[in-house]
Each structure stands twice: as structure tokens, then as C-alpha cells.
């Protein structure tokens, strides 16, 4: 059970992640669509 709940926080710091590297303009302008 313990674990299960780790590996759901984890997912979601992960994600959390992700979207605020997204939010960096800098990053953003990198990128070339």
C-alpha cells in the first residue's frame, strides 16, 4: 500500500516537473514548431 502511494507521488512530482520545464519561456523559444 505504502508503495503504491510512493509511486503516485513520484508520477505526479514527475509531471510536475515536466509542466514547469514547459512553462520556461526560455525552453519554450528553443523550440522550433
Do not use: D, G, H, T
Request: hydrophobic content about 40%; aromatic content about 12%.
Amino acid at each position: 500500500m505504502k508503495r503504491e502511494m510512493f509511486s503516485i507521488q513520484k508520477a505526479l512530482a514527475e509531471s510536475q516537473n515536466l509542466l514547469s520545464e514547459l512553462q520556461k519561456p526560455v525552453r519554450f523559444q528553443s523550440f522550433e514548431f
